[in-house]
């Protein structure tokens, strides 16, 4: 079975900075994408960035420039550091990642369960 958990998640000050982790664990071949989400209140779940297996990033409008995506394939984790946060970054931040278990054909999308970012002074 396939898990992912993220965590750090937390309450910011605007202009703040703060990283989110995503580990996968589990029966794991093969990790092909990994991204983030966010999902607003009373909003639906949007993109935020993605980063591929083999390298390259791809980054959301609303966030270029400020948020930061990054993997370490050997921890089979992604992260999101966040920069000058704003109060519309206020969120659920899921995380969702493309992933081959071992003796399946695969890939399947698997998400986690998400964890709440507020930016509020």
């Known amino acids: 079975q396939v898990q992912l958990v993220e965590s750090g998640g937390t309450l910011v000050q605007p202009g703040g900075s703060l990283r989110l982790s995503c580990a996968a664990s589990g029966n794991i071949f093969n990790i092909y994408a990994m991204s983030w989400y966010r999902q607003a209140p009373g909003k639906q779940r949007v993109f935020v960035a993605s980063?591929?297996?083999?390298?390259?990033?791809v980054y959301a409008d609303s966030v270029k420039g400020r948020f930061t995506i990054s993997r370490d394939s050997a921890k089979n984790s992604v992260y999101l550091q966040m920069n000058n946060l704003k109060p519309e970054d206020t969120a659920v931040y899921y995380c969702a990642a493309a992933i081959q278990p071992t003796g399946t054909i695969g890939p399947f999308d698997y998400w986690g369960q998400g964890t709440q970012v507020s930016v509020s002074s």
């Open positions: 980063v591929p297996r083999g390298g390259g990033t």
